[in-house]
């Protein structure tokens, strides 16, 4: 089975109302490949979701960026899942490194919030990935595979999940993977889940790249074998999310 090309567009803590409109007029207004070709969901602050989901066009979706790893309740300052099914949000975002690096949240926390979100009906882009440290001390694929054990521990159904392959040292820095690099951890992502969750898990589960994804690297990138698409940062912010969009053709023509 094919595996449909992904774009994501986190938006992280950034903007106001009035950029927010301006964001979502432009994804309004461009041509993009059809629905059957790419899959397209940006991802606001939560204070902006209701906002851009009742303007964003029928064809794209929305994500929050996080949320509580059980039901809500005495949580202060935390979104449950629940509450995201309650407004009609079907994606969120979890294990995003900012989260991992800056807060704190183990591999463990991320698995298990992870489940709780599948379990309330969510979909799911779980990021992974390794700092320049652990690079070059020779262990990203080790980072990686316990990253994504502390998911396949927790979960049993793949469907709803995207995993988003996302290097520490490319996200925000200018600094993207090459084409080679990124395919290779990719490969071996999906060998691991071919060998630890399944051989349909391994075929069928989207992989995607994050990390200084742009309007011209998107394509190079794309066209590698296991790259399903993007996680992108920064350009989702600009008008060039759309031509990064645009990348999927790639997989069309190939
Ligand atoms: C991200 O935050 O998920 C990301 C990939 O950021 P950037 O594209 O800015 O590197």
């Keep these: 089975m094919a595996r449909?090309?992904?774009?994501?567009?986190?938006?992280?803590?950034?903007?106001?109302?009035?950029?927010?409109?301006?964001?979502?007029?432009?994804?309004?207004?461009?041509?993009?490949?059809?629905q059957?070709?790419?899959?397209?969901?940006?991802?606001?602050?939560?204070?902006?979701?209701?906002?851009?989901k009742s303007t964003l066009r029928s064809d794209f979706f929305v994500a929050a960026q996080n949320c509580w790893v059980k039901k809500g309740g005495a949580f202060t300052g935390e979104v449950s899942a629940e509450m995201l099914v309650n407004l009609d949000i079907p994606w969120v975002i979890l294990g995003h490194s900012e989260r991992r690096a800056i807060l704190n949240e183990?591999?463990?926390?991320?698995?298990?919030?992870?489940?709780?979100?599948?379990?309330?009906?969510?979909?799911?882009?779980?990021?992974?990935?390794?700092?320049?440290?652990?690079?070059?001390a020779g262990s990203t694929m080790d980072v990686v595979a316990a990253q994504t054990k502390a998911i396949a521990d927790?979960?049993?159904?793949?469907s709803n999940v995207v995993i988003a392959y996302e290097p520490v040292w490319a996200i925000?820095?200018?600094?993207?993977?090459?084409?080679?690099?990124?395919?290779?951890?990719?490969?071996?992502?999906?060998?691991?889940?071919?060998k630890n969750?399944?051989?349909?898990?391994a075929a069928t589960t989207r992989i995607i790249y994050g990390g200084s994804v742009n309007g011209g690297n998107c394509k190079e990138l794309g066209g590698q074998a296991d790259v399903d698409g993007f996680l992108v940062g920064g350009a989702a912010l600009k008008p060039e999310f759309i031509d990064i969009i645009k990348a999927a053709e790639v997989k069309k023509s190939a």
Excluded: M
């Design 4 to 34: 449909k090309f992904f774009v994501g567009g986190n938006w992280k803590c950034n903007g106001t109302a009035e950029e927010v409109k301006k964001i979502v007029n432009t994804l309004n207004e461009a041509q993009v490949p059809s």
């Design 36 to 52: 059957d070709v790419v899959e397209v969901v940006v991802s606001p602050p939560y204070v902006f979701l209701p906002l851009v």
């Design 197 to 201: 969750v399944s051989a349909d898990v």
């Design 154 to 158: 927790r979960v049993s159904n793949w």
């Design 172 to 194: 925000g820095t200018g600094k993207v993977a090459s084409p080679a690099q990124a395919q290779e951890v990719h490969d071996e992502l999906r060998k691991w889940l071919a």
């Design 106 to 136: 183990s591999n463990e926390f991320v698995g298990d919030k992870v489940a709780y979100a599948l379990s309330q009906g969510l979909k799911v882009i779980a990021c992974v990935g390794e700092t320049l440290e652990q690079r070059e």
